[in-house]
């Protein structure tokens, strides 16, 4: 089936590390990505991982993929205020990608 | 290079007309796709396009709902006889391979 599951809601103190789950369905998932949406905006491509990875470091991003399990992170060091936005983890398919819910970071003082 | 270019931002229509939604992909980029987001929800897969050609339909509604891109000019989402459960925001991506995918901004639809 085609399915991809997220925590709604995460809230973190401005500097510490955010990290967010999601979790997958097709084990025949070729990319896993991670999506950026702020209020009103389109969404902006943070990172993808090509699916015979397990690691994927870029600045403040890290990408882990647990192939086995069907489960991605991504986990954001260093937290903003500018990080704050909705959190989109989404799989490939053939010709399409297949988006979870979406993960809202909130970033607090 | 500009990026994937959606107008209008905003739509608002009444019931029973007709919204079109265009989509310019990045240049050098052949593969379109449209998703739809409901509000507090993720993006939903409508449709997928390369030039000409509707290579996947399979997230698109059976009625009332047609997309093109055509060769030349921009890829058009068409919802005709709108009814209020078509408010949404339409997101259109284009890429040139089919890793990487670059959303627009989006063209938000109120149907009054």
């Known amino acids: 089936g085609e399915d991809v599951e997220q925590s709604l809601f995460l809230s973190v103190r401005e500097g510490d590390s955010s990290v967010i789950n999601c979790t997958y369905t097709?084990?025949?998932?070729?990319?896993l990505y991670w999506y950026k949406q702020e209020p009103g905006a389109g969404l902006q491509l943070l990172t993808y991982?090509?699916?015979?990875?397990d690691m994927k470091q870029d600045q403040r991003l890290t990408v882990l993929l647990n192939k086995k399990d069907k489960h991605l992170s991504l986990r954001i060091a260093d937290t903003q205020t500018g990080d704050s936005a909705i959190y989109f983890c989404?799989?490939?398919?053939?010709?399409?990608?297949?988006f979870g819910a979406g993960t809202r970071l909130a970033v607090h003082p | 290079n500009a990026g994937v270019m959606q107008n209008p931002r905003h739509l608002v229509r009444r019931r029973g007309q007709e919204a079109r939604l265009r989509c310019s992909p990045m240049?050098?980029?052949?593969?379109v796709y449209w998703y739809r987001q409901l509000p507090e929800e993720g993006l939903k897969f409508m449709v997928y396009?390369?030039?000409?050609?509707?290579?996947?339909e399979s997230g698109m509604p059976k009625e009332r709902f047609s997309a093109e891109f055509p060769k030349e000019g921009p890829s058009i989402l068409r919802i005709q006889q709108v009814v209020r459960g078509d408010s949404a925001a339409y997101f259109c991506?284009?890429?040139?391979?089919?890793?990487?995918?670059?959303f627009g901004q989006g063209t938000r639809l109120t149907v009054v």
């Open positions: 991506a284009s890429s040139p391979r089919t890793e990487e995918a670059f």
């Open positions: 097709d084990s025949s998932s070729t990319y």
């Open positions: 991982i090509f699916s015979n990875m």
């Open positions: 989404a799989e490939s398919l053939p010709n399409k990608l297949i």
């Open positions: 240049k050098g980029h052949s593969h």
């Open positions: 396009l390369q030039k000409e050609n509707i290579i996947d």
